[in-house]
């Protein structure tokens, strides 16, 4: 039982991440045993990940395949309220909870940064590791987790 969450667990997080770096964009069909195939993953944890990014809303239902989920402008403007609340709770616990490392760690982030203005995608890429150390340093699991839901 432990392997298969484990399982579960990776081929939600591949998903999910080719998801959020553009392999598959809004509209794109998935399909079960080509994921599985791409991933060298066994079909039942596919399955089981697919499933909870449709209960997400991360995932539609376009008959019987499934499609990543675009946001209305509505869906999306509401989406930005809740992530808004949620990124300000985490940098203000950040600045209370943060150790002298996790804020050594940003400061070299932003001096990264610099060399990146003439790259979106890269400054894009930086700019999410960036939040999530935000997110981090926090120090507060479950905030974690929701803002993890939310981007």
Known sequence: MNISKAQQKD???????????GVYKPGDRLVESDLAD????????????????????????????????SLDHNQMAELYVVRTELEGLAA??????????????????????QALLDNPGALARANRRFHKQIH????????????????
């Open 11 to 21: 081929a939600y997080t591949l998903i999910l991440e080719a998801i959020d770096v």
């Open 92 to 113: 203000r616990l950040a600045a209370r909870h943060a150790t002298e490392e996790e804020i050594q760690v940003l400061r070299e982030m932003v001096d990264d940064d």
């Open 136 to 151: 981090l340093a926090s120090h507060n699991r479950y905030l974690v987790q929701q803002l993890d839901l939310v981007h």
């Open 38 to 69: 791409r991933f060298g993953v066994s079909r039942t944890p596919i399955r089981e990940a697919l499933q909870r990014l449709e209960t997400q809303s991360l995932l539609a239902r376009d008959g019987r395949s499934l499609i990543v989920a």
